[in-house]
């Protein structure tokens, strides 16, 4: 299912009190929506409309609403009995009125009758266990508390449109690069009954980087061995290797002086710390690969049994058109720089006006004047860190890092594998969990669970406690026909709700009593 990040842009008189988050309400028009954005510095609220049919409308007044629910503070199963989360109710943060309504951006360039270049952006993640990436960047679920495995996720771009080809493309969209690829894929459709299409993508091999991930066996693991702490995207992580890590007491903080023995200990058997070395081992503060662990003798624990295939990863496909990237996607490599004037392999994708920037310069310049589709002549110098065969990147002075549409897939099977490319299919990331849910049956009267297992918590005769209640157990084993037996080896559940009656536990009752099936008698 696509996703959307904002529709409409509403300036409004005043935009105190309005919360990323919150729901916004027309007074007149009755549209409801989500707030994704605010700008106090403009005025504007950015909002992602609930049904698109509904529009807000000019000079109406609107308010935005914060929904309180009361969530189950006691969540773990193998500890208490399950309750839902509720509504409790919602509380008016601010009021204001429209004085202004534009389309996003990127609705409004899709609507055009000319358009830039399409862009996909692709993010691959694995292990898919990990997936979705936690507000720093690293991972949940199952990899909580690690890094992800080295060059994951794997980042690269498709740029569609009417480009010239002679020239090259940078990629580069929120401060992140994605190199750009020859990509091939099939369209996306939805069904009437909201079923997504199953996708196929075709990846180039060139170099055989894709091959460098779909035939190794060991992405996902830990050196239990030489690994060590250290500040990833901001926090903490575990299982990176010493020799990559870029950081000081100062910076490790807190946990500092931990981090640092295991440094020691690293160090102790025979790597190297230090920051000079980093780009000799790749990524800094980068997971430990399994030869790396191997090669410092260390200990491997995998994660997965075999990680080849990428089976069960995650891709992200973000689309989004060229105007709205950092950089615009075409640029050219500078041949000479002296003073304000860049002489360039061809000035082609250049224009008067443009602001541009070094590929490792921070310094901003306009081009004042263009002359033999070579020379460039800037408003100023463009800085001392730029040189002969760097970049010369057009500042994109439209980026909006919220206009995309996005749609999540799970990577169902390697169809095809070359030197020249890799071919994946995807099935819809809803679609994909809808086949991973566990189908229980909704029965009326007969538990499903297994008798003083962990969903069921019975601890047993005898007065015990039973966990997640106030209640203790019932004093005797209890037979299958609800009757007292005669020691413990008779204690066996009849299944029904009598049962957990009897035993004081029906908050753990396995079934549905309000619904109408039963299981036919035999």
């Not at 909002?47 to 308010?63: G, K, L, P, Q």
């Not at 992140?176 to 459709?189: D, F, G, K, L, M």
């Not at 007065?463 to 066996?492: F, K, M, Q, Y």
Request: charged share 15%; with cysteine; aromatic share 10%.
């Amino acid at each position: 299912m696509s996703a959307r990040t904002y529709d409409v842009i509403l300036t409004v008189d005043n935009a105190v009190g309005f919360v990323s988050g919150n729901a916004i309400i027309g007074n007149t028009s009755v549209t409801v929506g989500t707030i994704a954005n605010v700008d106090l510095s403009n005025n504007t609220v950015k909002v992602r409309i609930a049904n698109t049919i509904s529009e807000f409308r000019a000079s109406e007044s609107i308010h935005s609403n914060a929904i309180t629910i009361t969530a189950n503070a006691n969540a773990g199963l193998t500890n208490t009995t399950f309750f839902a989360n509720t509504y409790t109710g919602n509380t008016t943060t601010a009021a204001a009125n429209i004085t202004n309504i534009v389309p996003s951006p990127f609705i409004a360039e899709k609507n055009s009758f000319t358009q830039n270049p399409i862009v996909r952006l692709y993010s691959l993640y694995y292990p898919g266990e990990w997936y979705p990436p936690n507000p720093n960047g690293n991972p949940t679920g199952q990899g909580v508390g690690r890094a992800y495995p080295v060059d994951i996720p794997y980042r690269f771009a498709e740029v569609r449109g009417d480009l010239v080809s002679d020239i090259n493309y940078r990629v580069k969209y929120d401060g992140i690069e994605y190199i750009p690829y020859p990509v091939n894929i099939s369209a996306i459709n939805t069904a009437t009954d909201g079923k997504i299409n199953e996708l196929t993508l075709e990846v180039s091999n060139f170099d055989n980087i894709i091959s460098t991930f779909v035939e190794d066996p060991f992405l996902t693991g830990n050196n239990t061995t030489n690994s060590v702490i250290a500040l990833v995207n901001h926090e903490f992580v575990h299982g990176i290797d010493p020799r990559t890590v870029n950081a000081t007491p100062a910076q490790v903080g807190s946990e500092g002086e931990d981090a640092f023995d295991s440094l020691t200990r690293a160090r102790a058997n025979g790597l190297a710390f230090s920051s000079d070395v980093v780009g000799a081992y790749g990524t800094a503060n980068a997971s430990f690969t399994r030869s790396e662990t191997l090669n410092v003798n260390g200990t491997w624990q995998e994660q997965k049994m075999d990680t080849r295939d990428l089976l069960g990863g995650v891709v992200e496909i973000k689309s989004s058109f060229a105007q709205f990237l950092d950089y615009w996607p075409e640029y050219s490599t500078i041949r000479t720089v002296a003073s304000n004037v860049v002489e360039m392999v061809t000035a082609l994708p250049y224009r008067v006006g443009d602001n541009v920037q070094g590929q490792y310069g921070d310094v901003k310049v306009n081009i004042q004047r263009i002359e033999d589709n070579r020379l460039i002549y800037l408003s100023g110098s463009i800085g001392s860190n730029v040189s002969a065969g760097d970049g010369l990147f057009i500042v994109n002075e439209a980026a909006d890092v919220e206009a995309y549409v996005e749609d999540t897939f799970k990577i169902d099977q390697l169809e095809s594998l070359n030197e020249n490319a890799a071919t994946f299919g995807l099935i819809s990331w809803l679609q994909y969990f809808r086949s991973q849910v566990p189908k229980r049956k909704y029965y009326k009267n007969t538990c499903q669970w297994v008798y003083k297992g962990e969903e069921c918590q019975y601890p047993g005769p005898g007065g015990l406690a039973i966990p997640g209640t106030t209640r203790v157990s019932n004093a005797n084993p209890i037979a299958a026909n609800n009757e007292i037996a005669s020691d413990g080896t008779g204690d066996v559940c009849g299944k029904n709700i009598q049962a957990c009656t009897l035993r004081n536990n029906q908050h753990h009752f396995g079934a549905f009593p309000t619904t109408g099936r039963t299981i036919p008698k035999q």
